[in-house]
């Protein structure tokens, strides 16, 4: 059963627009959210993460919105540019168990066009 | 640029035949980790090490074991491929520091073919 899921398997956006990508979680163990992005041929790189006791955290034009009683997190990115074309993966972390242990969503294609 | 090495990207192997990947990294992290990977799925975790202990996850087939001799390489065997081992297998590292969560670093992965 899976504990993160993203439910969009794919996400097309203009240039310059908002992407938005979201994700919802199983666990309320999880308290430590992170998303990774993954382009064709290579390994998953780490964007950026969020703590469950904030709910927004933002590097540059990423940004992270946790909603805890909702079980969700989102993903923006504004604005969007056809180098943000990748899959993005929603990972969930329980810092009070193994805190070093993640469990991947299925992940979101999104594709920016120019 | 510290890093995570993944060798071979391409691995072709028979079925039945074993089959070796292996991992090296230049970070100096005391947690690695092997990732299963197929297509439009979720990446499943195997096992990790964290340092020299091996910690398996408990529906990772006994098919696949794990060795990490120091701390720069860790190596995925998989003792006799099934075609449902095709996939793409990943190796990724962190530094547990007790306390909070550390960021993963992934290798750009092994695509694992079964004749």
């Known amino acids: 059963d899976q504990q993160v899921k993203q439910n969009s398997p794919s996400l097309s956006v203009q240039e310059g627009r908002i992407s938005i990508l979201n994700c919802d979680y199983t666990n309320s163990m999880f308290d430590y959210f992170l998303w990774y992005k993954k382009y064709p041929a290579e390994g998953p790189t780490f964007l950026i993460s969020?703590?469950?006791?904030?709910d927004k955290n933002e590097d540059g034009r990423f940004t992270v919105f946790l909603n805890k009683s909702a079980k969700h997190l989102s993903l923006h990115i504004v604005p969007s540019q056809p180098g943000d074309s990748a899959v993005y993966f929603c990972?969930?972390?329980?810092?009070?168990?193994?805190?070093?242990?993640?469990?991947f969503g299925k992940g979101t294609l999104l594709t920016v066009n120019p | 640029d510290a890093m995570v090495i993944q060798n071979p990207r391409y691995q072709v192997t028979q079925f039945g035949k074993p089959v070796t990947l292996s991992c090296s990294q230049t970070?100096?992290?005391?947690?690695m980790y092997w990732y299963q990977q197929k297509s439009s799925q979720a990446p499943k975790l195997l096992f990790h090490?964290?340092?020299?202990?091996?910690?398996n996850e408990a529906d990772t087939p006994d098919n696949f074991q794990s060795r990490r001799p120091n701390t720069s390489f860790c190596f995925l065997d998989i003792r006799s491929p099934g075609l449902g081992d095709a996939a793409m297998y990943l190796c990724?590292?962190?530094?547990?520091?007790?306390?909070?969560?550390?960021?993963?670093?992934f290798g750009d992965g092994t695509r694992l073919s079964i004749l």
């Open positions: 970070l100096n992290h005391n947690v």
């Open positions: 969020i703590s469950s006791i904030k």
């Open positions: 990972a969930a972390s329980d810092s009070g168990g193994s805190n070093y242990k993640l469990t």
């Open positions: 990724a590292t962190s530094r547990d520091l007790g306390q909070g969560v550390q960021p993963q670093h």
């Open positions: 090490y964290y340092d020299k202990d091996f910690n």
